[in-house]
């Protein structure tokens, strides 16, 4: 997608990944949806200034490349940034997905002029971010915020991350696809949120089993981090929202600290895709350059004076 200079997405394009671990091939698709949108937003917004790419993965805040953890190992390291920019011509950023997200958020959406916010996206994925006293919550090594691989079942799935009963495996929509396969068989998310909004029972038993778990994990979060606000984002959370957020409530009731709860708000994102939202951020962001607005109203960069 592209955004303007006040965040209003002005061109969006989708493709397809053939085969998800086949680095090349992504990169070209990804290429390729990138030049499909900057012909379509140029002419009537003016140059593109740059290309954010938001990753679902750690990222190595000293190379810029996937980390080892969640991801496939395929993709561990991988030049994303250095590749892409050779397929567009462009400067690219990337960060994590869940980071960017609390970015987006926190100029733009439901985390404006709040401090210490956290925010989970419920997707193909379970991704996420902190915001700590106004600042990014990044750890030691720039890996904090995988809320996706909180353990909420020890005796659970195996995770893609190498553990077992980790919150993704259970609160993403391919586990809700799980679950109702012996009632529907393959059902693809389209199917499932129609048996949702039908009121289907095995369908809203699945959907309240997932913001169950959430909860178990979002009063985890409240009992060690004191935050004040909790954003749910991510399709599970568009489609259906309600449902999720009862659920999530009923477990912050029953499991985090009183004194803790008392004081946290429980939203849904006001900001549809959040994660590019943040990656665009991210290219206004490069200190080297400074962003100009020529007398016509269109913006270029010029090199940072040294």
């Known amino acids: 997608m592209a955004a303007d200079l006040a965040h209003v997405v002005v061109a969006a394009s989708d493709y397809p990944l053939v085969d998800p671990l086949d680095i090349d091939q992504a990169l070209g698709v990804v290429a390729r949806a990138v030049r499909d949108v900057i012909d379509e937003a140029v002419s009537g917004h003016g140059e593109c200034l740059g290309v954010g790419v938001a990753i679902p993965a750690p990222i190595d805040p000293e190379t810029l490349r996937p980390a080892p953890s969640s991801c496939h190992q395929l993709w561990v390291d991988a030049p994303v940034r250095?590749?892409?920019r050779e397929r567009v011509g462009l400067p690219v950023y990337v960060g994590n997905h869940g980071n960017l997200a609390v970015m987006a958020e926190r100029l733009w959406g439901a985390g404006r002029r709040v401090d210490d916010f956290i925010w989970i996206g419920l997707d193909a994925n379970v991704g996420g971010g902190i915001c700590s006293g106004g600042q990014l919550l990044r750890g030691r090594d720039g890996f904090a915020g995988e809320l996706g691989h909180i353990v909420v079942d020890p005796d659970g799935e195996i995770c893609r991350c190498g553990s077992q009963g980790c919150l993704e495996t259970v609160a993403s929509l391919g586990s809700i696809q799980r679950a109702l396969r012996p009632v529907y068989g393959q059902v693809e998310p389209d199917q499932i949120f129609a048996l949702i909004n039908r009121g289907e029972p095995a369908a809203l038993r699945a959907i309240t089993n997932i913001g169950t778990q959430?909860?178990?994990a979002v009063s985890?979060?409240?009992?060690?981090?004191?935050?004040?606000?909790?954003?749910?984002?991510?399709?599970?959370?568009?489609?259906?929202?309600?449902?999720?957020?009862?659920?999530?409530?009923?477990?912050?009731?029953?499991?985090?600290?009183?004194?803790?709860r008392r004081s946290v708000q429980l939203r849904f994102s006001t900001l549809r895709r959040p994660e590019p939202l943040g990656a665009a951020a991210l290219v206004l962001m490069d200190a080297s350059r400074r962003l100009v607005i020529d007398r016509k109203g269109k913006p270029h960069w010029e090199q940072a004076a040294g």
């Open 214 to 216: 959430v909860g178990v």
């Open 82 to 84: 250095e590749l892409l």
């Open 220 to 260: 985890t979060l409240i009992n060690i981090l004191n935050p004040s606000l909790f954003i749910v984002g991510g399709v599970l959370s568009r489609q259906c929202g309600p449902v999720i957020l009862d659920a999530i409530r009923v477990e912050m009731d029953r499991r985090a600290l009183p004194v803790a």
